[in-house]
């Protein structure tokens, strides 16, 4: 069973940063299209950047410009650069397949407040 761990959330002022890490020790992630997708407060899990096995970003809207997603095949992770945080980014982050595929992890959280 493939089991996807994200950790690196937390309680962040509003312009401030966060890196937000996807691994899994079951499986390599090398050949899989990746995204992170992010469920906020009573909404739908919504997804917001993925990176291609080749590396090629793309993004949700609203996160471009101040979100970067990439991988390091090499240590099997997967990243969430995530830069001039605002309140309507806050909800709890998960990494999976592009399209979702695996079992979902436990997300992490990430609070946008002042």
């Known amino acids: 069973q493939v089991q996807l761990v994200e950790s690196g959330g937390g309680l962040v002022q509003p312009g401030g940063s966060l890196r937000l890490s996807c691994t899994t020790s079951t499986r390599g992630l090398t050949f899989y299209d990746m995204a992170w997708y992010r469920q906020a407060p009573g909404k739908e899990r919504d997804w917001v950047a993925s990176?291609?096995?080749?590396?090629?970003?793309k993004y949700e809207d609203s996160v471009k410009g101040r979100f970067i997603i990439s991988r390091d095949n090499a240590k099997n992770v997967i990243y969430l650069q995530m830069n001039s945080l605002k309140p309507e980014d806050t909800g709890r982050y998960y990494c999976n397949q592009n399209p979702q595929r695996l079992p979902w992890g436990q997300g992490t959280q990430v609070t946008v407040s002042s």
């Open positions: 990176v291609y096995a080749a590396g090629t970003p």
